[in-house]
């Protein structure tokens, strides 16, 4: 993996763009609150909804991956997102089917993504699989060695980079730019890759660029 992934990720930021502005045009006329939060998020690029899962879970002190409304509104209001409080409401109930007074972040992140057919689905898993070289369903710095080759990274052929830098940057693509981490979660990936399906309608193309990009 080299310059091809570099390509797609060029590739990926004009879907990106392109994605953004169809999201804020389908936004002006969308009334349902789920369908709103969604194309909030999507107006962020593909990372955005891997962004609120982010700050869901930076906001989840006890790490019971539950969230009760002040915990949810307030993590909405932190991310930038503009919604209203009966709105909000609305949306929590939703997904608090058993009346607890909390939800579960990481269903309502699943509902929140864009669908996936299930042949993107897998080829997505595939790629994950393939770059997760320890099989700890996290892909760190030590996961990209030998498997994305940083050779070909016109800064790193400049010296003004060193290996470790370009395989950082790499990961910190997939990452909200509020939380750099250097590590990207199975879940992160899919939230990543439902934002990049989003913007690509045909699933030949879409298949075709991940094969490419991870030579899978």
């Not at 990936?189 to 193309?205: C, P, R, T």
């Amino acid at each position: 993996v080299g310059i091809g992934t570099l390509n797609v990720m060029a590739g990926t930021s004009r879907h990106d763009r392109e994605m953004a502005m169809k999201a804020k045009q389908q936004l002006l006329g969308c009334s349902d609150p789920l369908e709103r939060l969604r194309l909030q998020c999507l107006t962020r690029g593909s990372s955005g909804i891997k962004g609120l899962g982010r700050i869901f879970r930076i906001m989840d002190d006890n790490e019971n991956r539950s969230l009760d409304f002040k915990e949810f509104l307030k993590g909405l209001n932190d991310y930038g997102l503009l919604i209203e409080k009966d709105e909000a409401s609305a949306l929590f109930q939703l997904f608090d089917r058993d009346s607890s007074g909390t939800i579960d972040f990481d269903e309502f992140l699943v509902t929140l993504r864009p669908p996936m057919s299930k042949a993107r689905m897998e080829v997505v898993m595939q790629a994950f699989r393939k770059l997760d070289k320890t099989g700890d369903g996290v892909i760190t710095v030590d996961d990209l060695q030998g498997v994305y080759n940083a050779k070909y990274h016109p800064k790193y052929q400049n010296g003004e980079w060193t290996k470790e830098q370009v395989f950082r940057t790499f990961l910190d693509s997939f990452d909200s730019p509020y939380d750099k981490d250097g590590k990207v979660t199975q879940e992160e990936f899919l939230n990543y890759y439902s934002g990049v399906s989003a913007s690509i309608d045909s699933d030949v193309y879409f298949i075709l660029m991940m094969r490419n990009a991870w030579k899978l």
